[in-house]
């Protein structure tokens, strides 16, 4: 089932996604990485963008400098918004739902068994992105709308204004459901009927 989202959206249409469907936002998007998240909830800054209900993306877009105006609002066009990995940032995905009110994390490759808790107590759910698609994932992104902690340039937080960001695959949803765990059972049942072949015991 494709999903298409006004953001921001409540916890009940993210808890009504299962793993495999598709999702499309419009509105507003924040990008967020490492140390965005190490000096947010290590060093105790905060932010002044109300994430309530959002999506957040890692990533650490390049960008250039330009005046301010109507078509670059923060002073930054983008170059280049490409995904990261996630994996590194599992341990932050529980206080940006809870001290944020984030719902929706894109990245690479899937997060851990912490997020996945997190998703089904805190209603959130995991988008992913292939790698290698930043040009196409640049097309969607309207504006850099604003920039705040920007002294972790490019690490800072970014508002994305997007249009038609997507198709986004489930991979993660509320309901414990994991493609990657998936992904994973049929890789290890292969192994085994193939070692077995072989005689060789796993």
């Known amino acids: 089932m494709h999903h298409d989202f006004r953001m921001p959206v409540g916890e009940a249409k993210i808890r009504a996604l299962k793993i495999g469907d598709t999702v499309t ?14 000096h947010m909830f290590d060093r105790g800054r905060t932010t002044r963008f109300d994430m ?13 400098k330009t005046p301010r105006s109507n078509e670059h609002p923060a002073g ?5 918004i490409g995904t990261t990995t996630s994996a590194r940032m599992e341990r932050f995905t529980r206080p940006l739902m809870r001290q944020y009110g984030v719902r929706l994390i894109i990245g690479k490759g899937g997060l851990g068994p912490d997020s996945a808790a997190a998703f089904g ?6 988008l992913a992105i292939i ?17 705040d902690l ?36 049929t890789a290890e ?9 072989m005689g060789v015991k796993a």
């Open 52 to 64: 309530n209900g959002h999506a957040v993306i890692h990533t650490a877009p390049n960008v250039r």
């Open 25 to 38: 936002l419009n509105g507003a998007l924040f990008g967020i990485r490492d140390a965005t998240q190490i």
């Open 189 to 197: 049942a292969r192994r085994a009927t193939v070692l077995a072949a």
């Open 121 to 126: 107590e805190l209603g959130g759910a995991y």
């Open 76 to 80: 930054y066009a983008p170059v280049c």
């Open 131 to 147: 790698g290698g698609t930043a040009a196409l994932e640049t097309t969607w992104v309207e504006a850099i709308e604003d920039v």
């Open 150 to 185: 920007d002294d972790l340039n490019p690490e800072s937080l970014w508002k994305f204004q997007v249009r038609g960001f997507g198709p986004l695959l489930v991979a993660m949803d509320a309901h414990g459901g994991s493609l990657y765990d998936k992904v994973t059972a």
